[in-house]
C-alpha cells in the first residue's frame, strides 16, 4: 500500500495554529476511523497524540486535535510553542490488518 | 509505568538474518498486541507487523516472504526475524505496544529504537 501524503513543512508563529493534512484514498483513511498522529523530536521515537481520528491520550494537551473529512484527516496544533517543532506523521489502518504511515511534516515554530 | 526496550546487533551483513528482541518492563503483555516499526535514516516509519499474546501475527504484505515473530511471555518478550537481509534494511527498529487491550491500531508506548546497518 502507499504511503499517505502529508506537506512536506508547515510552520507558524509563536501562538498561531498550524493544521496537517493527511491525504490517504477510500481504501484507508477514508474508510476507517482508526486514524492517528505522531509527534517525533530528532533522534526520539514517536510520540502518539491523536488516535481515533480526535482522542488523545492522557497527558496530551488539548491544543493537539484530529479530525477527518472523506479521506483525508487533519492535525490542527493550537497556540504553536517552541517545543512543537519536530516532525509529525498520521497513521491509519488500511483493512486486512495493514497499517500506513504518512509521509511526515516537519513543523517549524518561526 | 510500561517501558520497552530493543535489543540486538547494531550491524548486520547483507544476505544474513537480522534478529531483534523487545524486553517489556513495568506491565503485562496479556491481551494485547505487540508491534514492530522501523525507520531508515532520514525516512518515513513503516509498519513492520505485530503479534498478539496469544502468538497470532500479521506481517505487513511487503515484508511477509521475510518476516517472523514470535513471542516468549515467561520473559516478558517478543522478537523479530527478519531474512535475506540488503542495505534496503538499514533502519531504526522501534518496538511498541498500542492503546488499551486487545487494541492494534494507535502506536502509544514505544521503545528508544535501535538502530541497525546492513553493510559487509
Known amino acids: 500500500q502507499s504511503a499517505l501524503t502529508q506537506p512536506p513543512s508547515a510552520s507558524g508563529s509563536p501562538g498561531q495554529s498550524v493544521t496537517i493534512s493527511c491525504t490517504g484514498t477510500s481504501s484507508d483513511v477514508g474508510a476507517y476511523n482508526h486514524v492517528s498522529w505522531y509527534q517525533q523530536s530528532p533522534g526520539k521515537a514517536p510520540k502518539l497524540l491523536i488516535y481515533e481520528v480526535s482522542e488523545r491520550p492522557s497527558g496530551v494537551p488539548d491544543r493537539f486535535s484530529g479530525s477527518k473529512s472523506g479521506n483525508t484527516a487533519s492535525l490542527t496544533v493550537s497556540g504553536l510553542q517552541a517545543e512543537d517543532e519536530a516532525d509529525y506523521f498520521c497513521s491509519s489502518y488500511a483493512g486486512s490488518n495493514n497499517y500506513v504511515f504518512g509521509s511526515g511534516t516537519k513543523v517549524t515554530v518561526l | 509505568q510500561v517501558q520497552l526496550q530493543e535489543s540486538g546487533p547494531g550491524l548486520v551483513k547483507p544476505s544474513e538474518t537480522l534478529s531483534l528482541t523487545c524486553t517489556v518492563s513495568g506491565g503485562s503483555m496479556r491481551s494485547h498486541y505487540w508491534i514492530w516499526i522501523r525507520q531508515p535514516p532520514g525516512k518515513g516509519l513503516e509498519w513492520i507487523g505485530f503479534?498478539?499474546?496469544?502468538?497470532?501475527?500479521h506481517y505487513n504484505p511487503s515484508l511477509r516472504s521475510r518476516v517472523t515473530m514470535s513471542i516468549d511471555t515467561s520473559k516478558n518478550q517478543f522478537s523479530l526475524r527478519l531474512t535475506s537481509v540488503t542495505a534496503a534494511d538499514t533502519a531504526v527498529y522501534y518496538c511498541?505496544?498500542?492503546?488499551?487491550?486487545?487494541?492494534?491500531?494507535?502506536?502509544?508506548?514505544w521503545g528508544r529504537g535501535t538502530m541497525v546497518t546492513v553493510s559487509s
Open positions: 511498541a505496544r498500542p492503546v488499551g487491550v486487545d487494541n492494534r491500531y494507535a502506536f502509544e508506548i
Open positions: 503479534i498478539h499474546y496469544s502468538g497470532s501475527t
